[in-house]
């Protein structure tokens, strides 16, 4: 079975850090790109960063630039998100999804997204 | 803000037919990909490219594309298709991904 399991949230208090990870089975995690969406409490989704399947590339929302750090393992089929310089509006559930696309380049999706972990910045 | 432009709301009578739009310069460049995400749970991917479903999406969903607009259909709705529907693909540039803002929709 395809599947990504988010774990690392909690609570943790402005200007900390937290390091999320998302474990992957049942596919070739090497072979995909990955990417990090969150969403705040009765909000929307929001896209946090991409990592390229060989992790060269990388980006970034605005809003994390700086203080987020994406990566992969993928001898370990895991992928990680540093979280440094926390604030209140960085708390949200945290997904890791993998990424799709057409080869030439109209479109890209999300096809595997797992449930999520909770990370909520207060004092 | 998003740069994908979504109704924030939308009902359709049981069994009737609706659309959902999306809009934003990257629509010229991408096709979106759409969402379906039910209260506590994760988002489940329903139409991606030019009108793809993915394996045990009904086909009641459906995608189109027109200039920097995207619609994803639903025909002949269904109690179980409410639900926040989210479209999304990269930005004009390539580098970065975005999401509209995501329209609730509401079987009546």
């Known amino acids: 079975e395809v599947q990504l399991v988010e774990s690392g949230g909690g609570l943790v208090q402005p200007g900390g850090s937290l390091r999320l990870s998302c474990a992957a089975s049942g596919f070739t995690f090497s072979s995909y790109e990955m990417n990090w969406v969150r969403q705040a409490p009765g909000k929307g989704l929001e896209w946090v960063s991409y990592?390229?399947?060989?992790?060269?590339?990388?980006y970034y929302a605005d809003s994390v630039k700086g203080r987020f750090t994406i990566s992969r393992d993928n001898a370990k089929n895991s992928l990680y998100l540093q979280m440094n310089s926390l604030r209140a509006e960085d708390t949200a559930v945290y997904y890791c999804?993998?990424?799709?696309?057409?080869?030439?380049?109209?479109?890209?999706?999300?096809?595997?997204w797992g449930k999520g972990t909770t990370v909520t910045v207060s004092s | 803000s998003s740069e994908l432009t979504q109704d924030p709301a939308v009902s359709v009578a049981l069994g009737q037919t609706v659309r959902i739009t999306c809009q934003g310069d990257?629509?010229?460049?991408?096709?979106a990909s759409w969402y379906q995400q039910k209260p506590g749970q994760a988002p489940v991917l329903v139409i991606y490219g030019k009108n793809n479903r993915p394996s045990g999406i009904p086909d009641r969903f459906s995608g189109s594309s027109s200039g920097n607009t995207a619609s994803l259909t639903i025909t002949g709705a269904q109690a179980e298709d409410e639900a926040d529907y989210y479209c999304n693909s990269r930005d004009s540039s390539g580098n970065r991904v975005v999401f509209g803002g995501g329209t609730k929709l509401t079987v009546l």
């Open positions: 990257s629509l010229r460049s991408y096709y």
């Open positions: 990592i390229s399947s060989s992790g060269s590339t990388i």
């Open positions: 999804a993998r990424e799709n696309y057409d080869i030439l380049g109209y479109y890209y999706y999300m096809d595997v």
